[in-house]
């Protein structure tokens, strides 16, 4: 199974907002809405920051929004701060025959 | 608080096999399945595979054929074999929480070891 795909690389001015797109398949994105988002600060443990789709984990920012059409997952990084410069990774339960997870190669996020 | 923490040998030489245990606290592994994630120097994430504590398991298709995933509910751990490694295999290993209810997410990670391969 292919990695879903992000861009590379996106950038964004403190206080502005980004939008990271997550692109998949019928058997993966498009299938459930079983999409989730991770943020990844250098050297440290990705932590989650919105599962289901658009569903924030208690603590997580407000700022952190997602959504989904069709086969294209999006996460909106709103008022952008410093510290939300990181990685970002999406990833999506898939329904091949592996039936576990695939995930995103990841999208770095410079504020 | 559910924490989990990654040990076994950091460095593995080539051919041989890779062997991580994940040790679960603050929650049995009774419940909810267990993944291996890999990260190599640089690189992005990659799912290796995860675990039901009834033995049921699901593996990246890339990786299926050499590794397996077991798990021991009476010491509340579970653990990773990867075989034949070589240098690409080289990577940070993370054992993470996985919440099948709230659509497969890794809710809960480890802090990660970084396991080298070399002579």
């Known amino acids: 199974q292919s990695a879903l795909t992000q861009p590379a690389s996106v950038s964004g001015s403190p206080g502005q907002s980004i939008t990271i797109s997550c692109t998949g398949t019928s058997s993966d994105v498009g299938a459930y809405n079983f999409v989730s988002w991770y943020q990844q600060h250098p050297g440290k443990v990705p932590k989650l920051i919105i599962y289901d789709v658009s569903n924030r984990p208690s603590g997580v920012s407000n700022r952190f929004s997602a959504s989904k059409s069709g086969n294209t997952a999006s996460l909106t990084i709103s008022g952008l701060q410093a510290d939300d410069e990181a990685d970002y990774y999406c990833s999506s339960y898939a329904t091949t025959s592996t039936r576990g997870l695939i995930i995103g190669g990841g999208t770095k996020l410079t504020v | 608080q559910v924490q989990l923490h990654e040990s076994g040998p950091r460095l593995v030489k080539p051919s041989e096999t890779l062997s991580l245990t994940c040790t679960v606290s603050g929650g049995s592994i009774s419940s909810y399945y267990w993944s291996w994630i890999r990260q190599p120097p640089g690189k992005g994430l990659e799912w290796i595979g995860y675990?039901?504590?009834?033995?049921?398991?699901k593996y990246n298709p890339s990786l299926k054929s050499r590794v397996t995933i077991s798990a021991d509910t009476s010491k509340n751990q579970f653990s990773l074999k990867l075989t034949s490694v070589t240098a690409a295999d080289t990577a940070v290993f993370y054992c993470?929480?996985?919440?099948?209810?709230?659509?497969?997410?890794?809710?809960?990670w480890g802090q990660g070891t970084l396991v080298t391969v070399s002579s």
């Open positions: 993470a929480r996985t919440n099948m209810v709230r659509g497969a997410s890794l809710d809960f």
């Open positions: 675990i039901h504590y009834s033995g049921t398991t």
